[in-house]
């Protein structure tokens, strides 16, 4: 439940673009020009040293415990919004606390479900996605940030959720302030981390004195402290005043100017985890167009929509007595969004994280992105074949491009 000490982040190079951006397989490794734009999670982690001088964003992790909710209402109270990274197991015991949160403007945030090590963890896509479930609909302008348990973190993690379609996240966000107990020799902190208070069994005075010394010191930050210790509630609410005595303003973790440019890098697609629309590739006439919540997308005119469709979806439209023209390759607008469902995928297709795409028996369902028809084009001998216009690509022939 606790952070250790702190985690020395590991710089990578490694491109996740090809992987945030799904399906793009055959433009990986051959072009990585546009990897900067798409953060997503990232291999480094975010800290906020950016935060304009005499500013601190109070975070809280693990919670909610017994006192998240009046911790909530004391903060609105002073002005202050702050951000609280979630931890699913504990939020399933004090659901009415979320509520509470985001009504106090506060920014829930993820710290996974069961607060495992990320770099270790057997499922981490599992950890971000329950508690991602959730706290979604109390995070508002899509603001979603991750702070992975003891800042255990490293760029194979970030590649994993990425893949997995998660890409709506940015993180992991680490902490300024907060992260260590030191000692002076006159035994007084010089700083500190409220656990580790806790378990030496310093007084609120003594534990506050050390994050006070901190940020001092550093004189920004973000700031780790944990809403689930009944201490760190009392600490805040003398922290609280100290901070302002000594002019220090306040700001959320999305306030960040890491976190800011972090939040705005993601394309389009990263904020529902598929690819943008405008990249989408359609025939002319047609335009690639949202039909599903989740962002399930089909090539659309005023009146037609282009395929291929799915199996099931032919079957639907046999079934509704649509004889031979279900066999067609142009349906008509109304029919096809009907069918297609409103999921991610199309009916009878099911959502792949491995290739980011729906996935029918070895078909893999587009629309494509213009990258993987250029790509298709590149591959082809044949470069009038209509293979890669079409909506419907075989696994094996994505290998074969690839
Ligand atoms: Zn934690």
Redesign the pocket.
Known sequence: ???LKKFVPRKSSLVLWCLSVGLLVAACGKSSSTSSQVQDFSGPQLYGNGLADGTVALTF??GPGPRTAELSRYLKAQGIRATF?I?GSSAARYPDALEQLAADGHLLAN?SYT?PHMTSSADPVTEVRRTDDLIKKYVSDGHFLFRA??GDWNARVAQILNSAGLTKYVGSVFWDIGGDRVTRGDGSLSSAADWACWSYQDSVEQCLEGYMRETRELGKGIVLM?DIHSSTVDMVKLMVPQLKKEGFKFARADEAPSIVAALARRSDSSKDGMISLEQLSCPVGFVATRVGQDGAALCLSETEAQGPFTQAMQDACMEKGGGDACKNSRWSRGLAVWLHGQGRCPIGATFDADLAACVEGNNVFGPFSKEQVKHCKASLADTSSPVCESNRWGKGFLAQVN
Do not use: A, E, N
């Open positions: 439940m606790i952070p992790d693990d990274f931890q710290h607060h348990p003891y944990h």
